[in-house]
T-cell receptor
């Protein structure tokens, strides 16, 4: 399978704990994105990387959230001191970044469902 | 914040019928994309239409875009039970407005196709 993969698929944690999610994008995709989706809503943008550079962050990404893409390949999203409001599906997507202006398709992974007790 | 608004929020049809979903958005866009999401699963990309295009087809899917009205529609013809899913429109904002490349999604339309 050469699609976007995410690990773990499910994570249950207690309030106050730290969690880390991993995303492996489609090989050779330059851009990588993180979104968050809560029940009954569409995904909301969190941040995106062009290779290893983090180029945009949403104001949804509080100081407790940090994302990295150290070698321009996989990415990690860490949430420190989790709160119950962090419970959501965290989606990762990647895109080629070479499809020309206005035509860069984002391909999504299956997501990591986080439950904070 | 959500940019797009899908209409209707829920749609129930019989197999073989056509399903039409609409999407409205607020700001200038580079492109508009439609995605499908089955219960508890990730998003599957269906079709991308650029801001300078008016209509696009892919198999049983037909997408239209009216930038003057800031709206789009997704038509699924000859629906099947397997088309049951949530459908989202997502817009990529115009560059220079601080929204390069990110997608802004609506809340989705829940389509149920009854066998």
């Amino acid at each position: 399978d050469t699609g976007v993969s995410q690990n773990p698929r499910h994570k249950i944690t207690k309030r106050g704990q730290n969690v880390t999610f991993r995303c492996d994008p489609i090989s050779e995709h330059n851009r990588l994105y993180w979104y968050r989706q809560t029940l009954g809503q569409g995904p909301e943008f969190l941040t995106y990387f062009q290779n290893e550079a983090q180029l945009e962050k949403s104001r949804l990404l509080s100081d407790r959230f940090s994302a990295e893409r150290p070698k321009g390949s996989f990415s990690t999203l860490e949430i420190q001191r989790t709160e119950q409001g962090d419970s959501a599906m965290y989606l990762c997507a990647s895109s080629p970044g070479t499809s020309g202006r206005g035509a860069d398709t984002q391909y999504f992974g299956p997501g990591t469902r986080l439950t904070v007790l | 914040s959500q940019q797009g608004e899908e209409d209707p929020q829920a749609l129930s049809i019989q197999e073989g019928e056509n399903a039409t979903m609409n999407c409205s958005y607020k700001t200038s866009i580079n492109n508009l994309q439609w995605y499908r999401q089955n219960s508890g699963r990730g998003l599957v990309h269906l079709i991308l239409i650029r801001s300078n295009e008016r209509e696009k087809h892919s198999g049983r899917l037909r997408v239209t875009l009216d930038t003057s009205k800031k709206s789009s529609s997704l038509l699924i013809t000859a629906s099947r039970a397997a088309d049951t899913a949530s459908y989202f429109c997502a817009t990529e904002g115009r560059w220079g407005g601080g929204s390069n490349y990110k997608l802004t999604f609506g809340k989705g339309t829940l389509l149920t196709v009854n066998p």
